[in-house]
């Protein structure tokens, strides 16, 4: 593949991975520090509870999109495993990849919508449109989309180049 | 018929290898637009209300206290502990291991963390003690799937949030069973090291014993924390889980010294990707249990299985053989997210008890982390070992019949698990 296209991806995984690693010491300490409030302070921090789930919203969706790319969602591998480097083991592979983009498509899409609608009501404690923190499923799923069709991309090559491999020998 | 097509796509897409995500969001799908007539837009909306929880929360919290502390140093200091109270025994390096998966379960939230730190230290003075390698491997790996079973507990998180019952009361309920697991492969492993005549390391004495807990004193003391804070209603279960965190930092930093900044933002990320990896699938399946719900699916389940099982033993059996059966090929998180929509309304209709049930489904799905093909703590010993899966698995056989034997006894005897949180009610 395109190299520059490659580095490109890893920089937003670099960044991505960054981003994520400190939002969520930032949640453990905002956690702990409104348990400390309440009982030293005698006082909590009134938007510590919405402020955590709407960064762990964003860290879940980005999320998302890091472990598709690092092929880490839990499925049942069995036959796969048994038809790798098959025909029929391609065939699966594209399947199971073309069942992934339906519904990360239908996920992207679902979350425009709502971004749009929900950036006319505000949250409770923080006051922020809802639409921003609704914004982390179209941005998480459109990159989840993004990696998951370069993976796609990365199989057929890799099944191209074997099958080159095997002709040779296929020919004798 | 529309109901048999959906379970159709759902299991077949699981069993082809579909990530379990995708199988569930596409099977509901399909429920949403033949049966229910409702837009798509739903299963953003649902993926998104899943996740804005704070209480889920707690499964990275969790996951960062546990590697917090056995980054921190305390594995060898827990090890020294079981060492000084069973290492004496005949057998006495696998009853430590047996002990010590106890200890570090009641810090560690998932099985296979218990196993790959038990797993680095004791495999090799395992082997060089003479004990045979599969033996070795086995050992390991039964001794850490403990971990999920004792509390805290990340797949009694998730069955706590799920089916709206209390976390507190569960890692309660999970201490009995998790404990007797422990405790017959300690005497398993007994019998097995004394037919081939491996015997017990050092001697017994009491000064050895508090000389080694004043060592794992502040490893031990993060259950108390946890358990006492949450049932003193000092704070909730996410809080307990940051106060757990950030006590690990400290310890890790301060009092046992092997914690290094420079090894925390690996572990931040390995815990991040650990819970996106579970939340990625219960935001899946969060649209996938509205939509059986609102088809009414476990109500009609419901009411066929009270025909056909004629009282709750029936179903609980029943059920125990679906988890173990599902719980070989797929991770417990993962099993529960699935099956909780579904079998938890049913096994409310036997009016049996959502601790005891959900402690129940775990203990089951436990097992399938030893159990081969896919068993996540046979990959775990298998890549420290370099032993394939084939031979690990003969020397487990063994361990996962005591472990089924046990969930029987479990199911007959519900006040194992339900004992000690009706005594703190």
Redesign the interface.
């Known amino acids: 593949m395109n190299a520059k296209i490659i580095r490109n991806i890893e920089k937003i995984n670099f960044v991505l991975e960054k981003v994520s690693i400190f939002l969520m010491l930032f949640l453990l300490f905002l956690t702990f520090a409104n348990v400390v409030g309440r009982y030293v302070f005698s006082r909590s921090i009134f938007f510590a509870d919405e402020m955590a789930r709407f960064i762990f919203v964003w860290i879940v969706f980005l999320g998302i999109a890091k472990i598709v790319k690092d092929k880490r969602q839990v499925a049942v591998t069995l036959l796969s495993d048994r038809l790798s480097d098959k025909k029929s083991g391609f065939v699966l592979e594209s399947f199971i990849a073309l069942c992934g983009l339906v519904f990360l498509i239908i996920v992207f899409l679902g979350g425009i919508k709502l971004s749009r609608t929900m950036m006319f009501y505000s949250s409770a404690a923080l006051t922020i449109p809802m639409g921003i923190v609704y914004l982390a499923i179209p941005i998480g799923s459109g990159l989840t989309v993004v990696f998951h069709v370069l993976n796609y991309i990365e199989t057929v090559l890799e099944f191209i180049e074997k099958r080159k491999a095997l002709k040779p020998e296929a020919l004798k | 018929m529309t109901y048999f097509i959906f379970f159709g796509i759902l299991l077949s897409?699981?069993?082809?290898?579909?990530?379990?995500?995708?199988?569930l969001?596409?099977s509901t799908?399909y429920l949403l637009i033949t049966e229910l007539e409702v837009p798509?837009?739903?299963?953003?909306?649902n993926?998104?209300s899943a996740?804005?929880?704070?209480e889920?929360?707690a499964i990275?919290?969790f996951m960062?206290a546990g590697a917090f502390m056995s980054h921190g140093g305390v594995t060898k200091n827990l090890i020294n502990f079981s060492q000084s109270l069973v290492g004496h025994y005949r057998g006495g390096l696998a009853q430590v291991v047996a002990v010590s998966g106890i200890f570090f379960g009641a810090i560690s939230g998932s099985a296979a963390a218990v196993t790959a730190a038990i797993g680095a230290i004791m495999i090799d003075v395992m082997e060089k003690k003479g004990y045979s390698r599969p033996f070795t491997a086995a050992v390991v790996a039964a001794g850490g799937m403990v971990g999920i079973v004792i509390p805290p507990s990340i797949t009694l998180v998730v069955y706590g949030v799920i089916a709206g019952v209390s976390i507190g009361d569960l890692f309660l309920g999970g201490f009995g069973p998790g404990v007797m697991y422990g405790l017959s492969m300690l005497v398993l492993s007994y019998f097995i090291c004394r037919k081939h005549g491996w015997g017990g390391e050092g001697s017994f004495s009491w000064k050895n014993i508090g000389k080694s807990f004043i060592g794992s004193f502040w490893a031990l003391l993060m259950p108390v924390i946890i358990l006492g804070g949450i049932y003193g209603g000092?704070?909730t279960p996410?809080?307990a889980a940051?106060?757990a965190?950030?006590y690990a930092l400290f310890v890790g930093f301060f009092i046992y010294r092997e914690l290094k900044i420079k090894d925390?933002?690996k572990i931040?990320?390995q815990?991040?990707?650990g819970?996106?990896?579970i939340?990625?699938?219960v935001?899946?399946a969060k649209v996938f249990g509205y939509a059986i719900t609102s088809a009414q699916i476990p109500h009609k389940l419901g009411m066929w299985i009270t025909t056909v099982a004629p009282n709750k033993y029936v179903f609980l059996i029943f059920v125990n053989i679906i988890l173990l059966m599902l719980g070989t090929?797929?991770?417990p998180s993962?099993a529960v997210v699935i099956l909780t929509p579904i079998l938890y309304p049913v096994a409310m209709e036997f009016g049996i008890d959502p601790v005891f049930f959900g402690v129940l489904m775990i203990c089951n799905l436990a097992i399938g982390n030893i159990t081969p093909?896919?068993g996540l703590d046979l990959f775990v010993v298998s890549a420290v070992t370099k032993l394939s899966i084939d031979k690990i698995a003969k020397a487990i056989y063994p361990y996962i019949i005591i472990l089924v034997m046990q969930v029987f006894v479990f199911t007959f005897f519900p006040q194992i698990i339900t004992f000690l949180p009706n005594l703190f009610k």
């Open positions: 897409f699981i069993f082809i290898g579909v990530p379990i995500a995708y199988a969001g596409l799908v798509l837009v739903l299963i953003a909306q993926m998104f996740t804005n929880s704070y889920f929360l990275p919290f960062l000092i704070f996410t809080e940051a106060v965190s950030i925390l933002p931040v990320a815990a991040i990707y819970t996106v990896v939340m990625f699938i935001a899946a090929l797929v991770n993962a093909p896919v």
